[in-house]
C-alpha cells in the first residue's frame, strides 16, 4: 500500500506566536496542504483540494469571500494546485474517484469543482449545518458554499455510512472510508463542524493526517496550543484540547503525524516552504 503524498497549495503569513503559545514574533510562512493517495481499486484518491484562485480573485465573490481572502491573503502555489499537479503526474481531473473533505474550510474545498467525477468522503451532518446557517454564521465558520460544486449532496458519501471502526492507538472509534482497513477516518472535533483525521494503520510507521488538530506540531507534541485570537476559529475549544491529546498519545507511541498547516516539516511532499 502507497503512503499519501502531501503538497502546498499556497502559503499565509503570520507570526509565530499566533500559532504556537509563547513562539516567536517573527513570521513563518504557513503552508496549505492537500493530499493525493493511490488506492488499489479506486485509483487516485484527494485529501481536501487547498486554496485555489476562486478564493483570491474575480469580482464574483461574495463580499464575505473577499473579506476572508484581504485577511488572510494567501499566497498561491500555481504549479503545485491540484490540476496542476496532477496533470504533470499523468493524472486527469476525471481520472479522481473520491476526494476526502475532511472539514469545509474554505482552504480544503476550493478545487473540488473541478473534479466532475469524484464521490466526497465528508460528514454530513457538518455539511447541512453549515449550509442552514446564515451568510455571516457561515464566514465565522470559515465556509463559503458558493465553493462547492452545485451537485455536491448528490455526490457526497457520508462518512457515517462507511464501517464502524475500534481505532488502534487510542484514537477511538471512526470508519473504516474503503471498507478494506486501508484509511480510517478519526473524529478529530474541535477545530471546526466535522472536522476528522486519517489513519493509514498499515504505512511503517503508521502515519496519522490530523489536518487542523493544530497548526504546529510543537504545539500537540509540547502541549503549547496557542491562546488569544488563534482560538476564535475553534469551533468547540474543550473538544480541541481532547483531540489534541488523543494525537499526542499517538505520537508518543512512535506514530507519524502530518498537519496540514506544519511550517518545519519538509517530510510531507511537496515541502514546507515552497
Given at each position: 500500500?502507497?503512503?499519501?503524498?502531501?503538497?502546498?497549495?499556497?502559503?499565509?503569513?503570520?507570526?509565530?506566536?499566533?500559532?504556537?503559545?509563547?513562539?516567536?514574533?517573527?513570521?513563518?510562512?504557513?503552508?496549505?496542504?492537500?493530499?493525493?493517495?493511490?488506492?488499489?481499486?479506486?485509483?487516485?484518491?484527494?485529501?481536501?483540494?487547498?486554496?485555489?484562485?476562486?478564493?483570491?480573485?474575480?469580482?464574483?465573490?461574495?463580499?464575505?469571500?473577499?473579506?476572508?481572502?484581504?485577511?488572510?491573503?494567501?499566497?498561491?502555489?500555481?504549479?503545485?494546485?491540484?490540476?496542476?499537479?496532477?496533470?504533470?503526474?499523468?493524472?486527469?481531473?476525471?481520472?479522481?474517484?473520491?476526494?476526502?473533505?475532511?472539514?469545509?474550510?474554505?482552504?480544503?474545498?476550493?478545487?473540488?469543482?473541478?473534479?466532475?467525477?469524484?464521490?466526497?468522503?465528508?460528514?454530513?451532518?457538518?455539511?447541512?449545518?453549515?449550509?442552514?446557517?446564515?451568510?455571516?454564521?457561515?464566514?465565522?465558520?470559515?465556509?463559503?458554499?458558493?465553493?462547492?460544486?452545485?451537485?455536491?449532496?448528490?455526490?457526497?458519501?457520508?462518512?457515517?455510512?462507511?464501517?464502524?471502526?475500534?481505532?488502534?492507538?487510542?484514537?477511538?472509534?471512526?470508519?473504516?472510508?474503503?471498507?478494506?482497513?486501508?484509511?480510517?477516518?478519526?473524529?478529530?472535533?474541535?477545530?471546526?463542524?466535522g472536522h476528522f483525521g486519517l489513519l493509514w494503520p498499515d504505512t511503517s510507521p503508521p502515519l496519522l493526517y490530523a489536518t487542523d488538530t493544530?497548526?504546529?506540531?510543537?504545539?500537540?507534541?509540547?502541549?503549547?496550543?496557542?491562546?488569544?485570537?488563534?482560538?476564535?476559529?475553534?469551533?468547540?475549544?474543550?473538544?480541541?484540547?481532547?483531540?489534541?491529546?488523543?494525537?499526542?498519545?499517538?505520537?508518543?507511541?512512535?506514530?507519524?503525524?502530518?498537519?496540514?498547516?506544519?511550517?518545519?516539516?519538509?517530510?510531507?511532499?511537496?515541502?514546507?516552504?515552497?
Open positions: 500500500m502507497s503512503d499519501p503524498l502531501f503538497f502546498n497549495s499556497a502559503v499565509v503569513r503570520a507570526p509565530e506566536r499566533l500559532v504556537l503559545r509563547g513562539g516567536r514574533w517573527a513570521f513563518v510562512d504557513i503552508p496549505v496542504r492537500y493530499g493525493l493517495w493511490p488506492h488499489p481499486q479506486f485509483g487516485p484518491v484527494l485529501i481536501d483540494t487547498g486554496y485555489t484562485n476562486r478564493v483570491t480573485e474575480g469580482h464574483t465573490r461574495r463580499l464575505t469571500m473577499k473579506l476572508y481572502s484581504a485577511i488572510l491573503r494567501p499566497r498561491l502555489i500555481e504549479a503545485a494546485s491540484p490540476i496542476t499537479n496532477l496533470k504533470s503526474r499523468g493524472i486527469a481531473p476525471t481520472d479522481v474517484s473520491h476526494i476526502i473533505v475532511t472539514h469545509f474550510h474554505a482552504d480544503h474545498i476550493a478545487a473540488l469543482a473541478d473534479f466532475p467525477k469524484a464521490r466526497f468522503l465528508a460528514d454530513s451532518v457538518a455539511y447541512e449545518t453549515l449550509s442552514a446557517m446564515t451568510s455571516s454564521q457561515q464566514l465565522h465558520n470559515g465556509f463559503f458554499p458558493e465553493l462547492l460544486p452545485t451537485d455536491f449532496r448528490e455526490r457526497l458519501i457520508s462518512i457515517d455510512s462507511r464501517p464502524s471502526v475500534t481505532i488502534p492507538y487510542g484514537l477511538g472509534s471512526g470508519y473504516d472510508l474503503f471498507a478494506d482497513g486501508s484509511c480510517l477516518a478519526v473524529p478529530l472535533p474541535g477545530h471546526a463542524l493544530q497548526w504546529l506540531r510543537r504545539a500537540i507534541i509540547e502541549n503549547r496550543a496557542p491562546s488569544g485570537p488563534a482560538q476564535l476559529i475553534y469551533s468547540d475549544r474543550n473538544a480541541a484540547g481532547i483531540s489534541m491529546k488523543k494525537v499526542r498519545q499517538f505520537a508518543d507511541q512512535g506514530g507519524r503525524v502530518v498537519l496540514c498547516h506544519e511550517p518545519y516539516d519538509h517530510t510531507a511532499g511537496g515541502g514546507a516552504r515552497q
